[in-house]
Nanobody, 120 residues
Framework: QLEESGGDSVQPGDSLRLSCTAS????????VAWFRQAPGKEREEVSC????????RYVDSVKGRFTISRDNAKNTVYLQMDSLKPEDTAVYYC???????????????RGQGTQVTVSS
C-alpha cells in the first residue's frame, strides 16, 4: 500500500514536503505520480518520476516551485513544495505504476491522500 503524509495548513509563500511511502512492495521499480484534486475541480497530475532513470515532469503551474525525488532506502518518494500559493490548496495523493508515467492505465497502487491548505 501507499501512504501519504506531510499535508498541513500553511500561509502563502511557505513550504511543505509531502511523503509517499510504500509498504509491501519496492517503490523504486514503480513510476510515482503526485496528483491533486481541489473541491469542484478536475484531478490534476502535479508531477511524476519515472521508474527507470528517475526522469521527472511537472505541470506548468508548479514548475520551479515543486520538486519530486526518491529515497530508495526509505522506500519513499517526496514532493517538496516551495512558494506555496492559495491555488495549490487540494488533497494530494500519490500513485505507483510499474508501467511508467505514461502507461495510460489505472495505477497499481494509490494512497488515500493528504490535505494541503494554503491560506492567509
Amino acid at each position: 500500500q501507499l501512504e501519504e503524509s506531510g499535508g498541513d495548513s500553511v500561509q502563502p509563500g511557505d513550504s511543505l514536503r509531502l511523503s509517499c511511502t510504500a509498504s509491501g512492495f519496492t517503490l523504486r521499480y514503480y513510476a510515482v505520480a503526485w496528483f491533486r484534486q481541489a473541491p469542484g475541480k478536475e484531478r490534476e497530475e502535479v508531477s511524476c518520476i519515472s521508474e527507470t532513470d528517475s526522469r521527472t515532469r511537472y505541470v506548468d503551474s508548479v514548475k520551479g516551485r515543486f520538486t519530486i525525488s526518491r529515497d530508495n532506502a526509505k522506500n519513499t518518494v517526496y514532493l517538496q513544495m516551495d512558494s506555496l500559493k492559495p491555488e495549490d490548496t487540494a488533497v494530494y495523493y500519490c500513485t505507483a505504476d510499474v508501467a511508467g508515467c505514461d502507461s495510460g492505465r489505472k495505477a497499481d497502487y494509490r494512497g488515500q491522500g493528504t490535505q494541503v491548505t494554503v491560506s492567509s
